[in-house]
């Protein structure tokens, strides 16, 4: 059984880091509907942790050993894509979501940096 577990956290960060990239580029790429990324606050916020994510599998994950050295531009291309959509995205969106207090989607996107900082400590530390 503890095998199976060690074996199947393995390909967790590996898999956190393409769905995470992926998200944002589909979010930034969609221009509408209830996927499309709807402030400039959300890129932000979907940048961070796309960018943790990014960070934590690679130092998490043995790229040479584990998985080919090829599979790691996946996730970047991803996050390139994402990039690339939110600069075509910034200039028509809101700094916050129309009908949602600023005070509010300014504090989430805080503690969300602060969750995403404390990931990146615990990963590098």
Sequence with gaps: ???VIG???V???PLVAIVLPALFALRTLVRRGPVAV??????IV?????L???IAAHELVAWDTMIPSLFW???IALFAAGVGGAVEAWGRLPFTREGRRPAVAITGAAVGAAVAGAVVIL???
């Excluded at 709807?38 to 890129?43: C, F, G, N, Y």
């Excluded at 979907?46 to 796309?50: I, P, Q, R, T």
């Design 1 to 3: 059984m503890e095998l």
């Design 7 to 9: 074996l199947s956290f």
């Design 11 to 13: 390909f967790v960060p």
């Design 38 to 43: 709807k402030s400039r606050l959300a890129i």
């Design 46 to 50: 979907m940048a961070l942790f796309a």
């Design 52 to 54: 943790v994510s990014l």
């Design 73 to 75: 531009l996946l996730p």
């Design 123 to 125: 990963v590098l530390g």
